[in-house]
């Protein structure tokens, strides 16, 4: 069952007068950046376009990574491929962009599942987010991490906690003073007051941490 705080705008007010009672820690950056900004535009990619994305962003830096999909879109100047189009371009052509044949295959096989019938955006809507990583984890290079950040940025899911992103890992750490990098055990007690708003508590940890860190948040939001 979707939680109904997920489907959509909530009351950012009300989220972030919990989330400064919840965690005085939390509080501090809440005060310092202002309100949060998840939420405020309309959700605009399909699914295809979020996790081509996805794709060629992982493991290389952000400036690397919007290099090679603006090359990825030159490819295609009549707009965003369809699947079709994509499976249609030579493995060639993507590598000449600077993509490993390790992202080509992954970009196949998400197009594959396009056309096999993956759920579009509206239909990922009535799902919950354990039902929606299922779907999405079983194309090849797309893990939790990917679709936790399509549950966060495109479809405002607002209890999403991404233990295994290294920027709310290394800004958890210095936030809270900690003497290690967090863990998922760890991180949990400590985030398990924020429900059902651990979205925004992110955002704001994000938002402390480096330019790098911000840079990744950055990216997600602009397209």
Not at 75 to 93: E, H, N, R, V, W
Not at 137 to 153: D, P, Y
Not at 175 to 181: E, F, G
Request: with cysteine; hydrophobic share 45%.
């Amino acid at each position: 069952m979707v939680n109904p705080l997920d489907l959509g705008p909530i009351d950012h007010t009300l989220a972030l007068q919990h989330l400064q009672r919840a965690d005085p820690k939390l509080a501090q950056l809440i005060q310092r950046f202002g309100p949060c900004e998840l939420g405020q535009s309309p959700v605009r990619d399909s699914v295809l376009s979020a996790l081509v994305k996805s794709i060629i962003f992982q493991r290389i830096s952000i400036k690397a990574a919007n290099t090679v999909y603006q090359r990825f879109l030159a490819l295609y100047p009549g707009g965003f491929p369809a699947a079709t189009l994509i499976l249609q371009t030579a493995d060639a052509d993507l590598r000449a962009i600077g993509l490993p044949p390790a992202k080509v295959s992954y970009l196949k096989d998400l197009a594959q599942h396009v056309l096999d019938g993956l759920p579009a955006m509206s239909q990922l809507v009535a799902l919950s987010d354990a039902e929606i990583i299922r779907i999405l984890t079983q194309i090849k290079g797309i893990g939790e991490w990917s679709v936790q950040m399509l549950l966060m940025f495109q479809l405002q899911r607002w209890d999403v906690m991404p233990y295994g992103d290294v920027g709310l890992q290394l800004a958890m750490r210095d936030l809270y003073q900690l003497s290690d990098t967090p863990k998922k055990v760890t991180m949990q007690p400590i985030t398990a007051s924020w429900r059902p708003y651990r979205t925004i508590g992110c955002w704001y940890l994000w938002r402390n941490r480096d330019a790098a860190s911000q840079a990744i948040l950055a990216a997600f939001e602009r397209q």
